[in-house]
T-cell receptor
Framework: AQKVTQAQTEISVVEKEDVTLDCVYETRDTTYYLFWYKQPPSGELVFLIRRNSFDEQNEISGRYSWNFQKSTSSFNFTITASQVVDSAVYFCALSEAAVTGGYNKLIFGAGTRLAVHP | EAQVTQNPRYLITVTGKKLTVTCSQNMNHEYMSWYRQDPGLGLRQIYYSMNVEVTDKGDVPEGYKVSRKEKRNFPLILESPSPNQTSLYFC???????????????FGPGTRLTVT
């Protein structure tokens, strides 16, 4: 069965610290997609990244970076030099390869609440 | 601006009083879905739709109905709301998955529902 585990419920850091949010997933499929979403205090869900299971290259976007390791079934998210605006709940999600018909279900982890203090 | 809209954003109602939460997207997406978010549980899928007139149950469909009469709209209906349906609800849309590819979903702003 599909499952996404975000073991860190809450993380608190001081501005400019680096922080890593962990995500471990379970799936029996060989083709799947992983996602990260950000939910700021205003409540909306903001898409951050989509990564397929055949692409293990790390991704960097500004202060954000993602480390995908199939060997450990992990897709961790690092924020470098954190800022107060990074304070949010971050969700990791998994979607298995589409079966005929275009099914596109996301399985979410419980989320990690990040608080960045000045 | 490409977006998913939901209305209302906040709703307080009483047990048993039928309500509808509307969802609309302007991105011409085939796939639409409803999720509920509860503390410690992340988001769980209620219903989804792969195209007009095609809907199916997600993980927690009990107590909910949906319809997809137009591509852009996907309303969520609670025929007889109960307190355990108090939650934060999100509508989402995306391109329809094809082959081995699935796509990111874009979410509406959320509807906070309280049932007393």
């Amino acid at each position: 069965a599909q499952k996404v585990t975000q073991a860190q419920t809450e993380i608190s850091v001081v501005e400019k610290e680096d922080v890593t949010l962990d995500c471990v997933y379970e799936t029996r499929d060989t083709t799947y997609y992983l996602f990260w979403y950000k939910q700021p205090p205003s409540g909306e869900l903001v898409f951050l990244i989509r990564r397929n299971s055949f692409d293990e290259q790390n991704e960097i976007s500004g202060r954000y970076s993602w480390n995908f390791q199939k060997s450990t079934s992990s897709f961790n998210f690092t924020i470098t030099a954190s800022q107060v605006v990074d304070s949010a709940v971050y969700f990791c999600a998994l979607s298995e390869a589409a079966v005929t018909g275009g099914y596109n279900k996301l399985i979410f982890g419980a989320g990690t609440r990040l608080a960045v203090h000045p | 601006e490409a977006q998913v809209t939901q209305n209302p954003r906040y709703l307080i109602t009483v047990t048993g009083k039928k309500l509808t939460v509307t969802c609309s997207q302007n991105m011409n997406h085939e796939y639409m879905s409803w999720y509920r978010q509860d503390p410690g549980l992340g988001l769980r899928q209620i219903y989804y739709s792969m195209n007009v007139e095609v809907t199916d149950k997600g993980d927690v469909p009990e107590g909910y109905k949906v319809s997809r009469k137009e591509k852009r709209n996907f309303p969520l209906i609670l025929e007889s709301p109960s307190p355990n349906q108090t939650s934060l609800y999100f509508c989402a849309s995306s391109l329809r998955a094809s082959g081995k590819a699935t796509y990111e979903q874009y979410f509406g702003p959320g509807t906070r529902l309280t049932v007393t």
